[in-house]
């Protein structure tokens, strides 16, 4: 049996803008902007399309407004504030935006 459907390339501004108008999600336009890109870039890396689903996107990124709100969620977790991306104990990985 073969799954049969529509693909439908978006571009990053489409996917950002899909983001922010989730009323289930609190994504500044800063964060869906950087979520968008890395998407966008980590499609690229894979050389082939990456299936985008909004919801799936809220489940598994988090979007924190300092490093303290973050370390408030991970108490246990290594410091994150030396690094630009840190892989945490509990196997969450922190990515630090350049506009923070």
Do not use: K
């Not at 799936?56 to 988090?62: D, G, I, M, Q």
């Amino acid at each position: 049996m073969s799954v049969q459907g529509v693909v439908q390339t978006v571009s990053p501004i489409a996917i950002a803008h899909d983001l922010l108008s989730d009323e289930y999600a609190t994504w500044s336009v800063d964060g869906a902007v950087f979520i968008a890109d890395y998407l966008w870039e980590f499609a690229g890396e894979m050389g082939e399309p990456v299936e985008y689903d909004r919801v799936a996107v809220r489940c598994e990124f988090s979007e924190y407004v300092s490093l303290d709100e973050l370390a408030s969620d991970y108490p246990d977790d290594t410091d994150v504030s030396d690094g630009v991306v840190a892989v945490l104990d509990s196997g969450a990985v922190i990515v630090r935006p350049d506009y923070i």
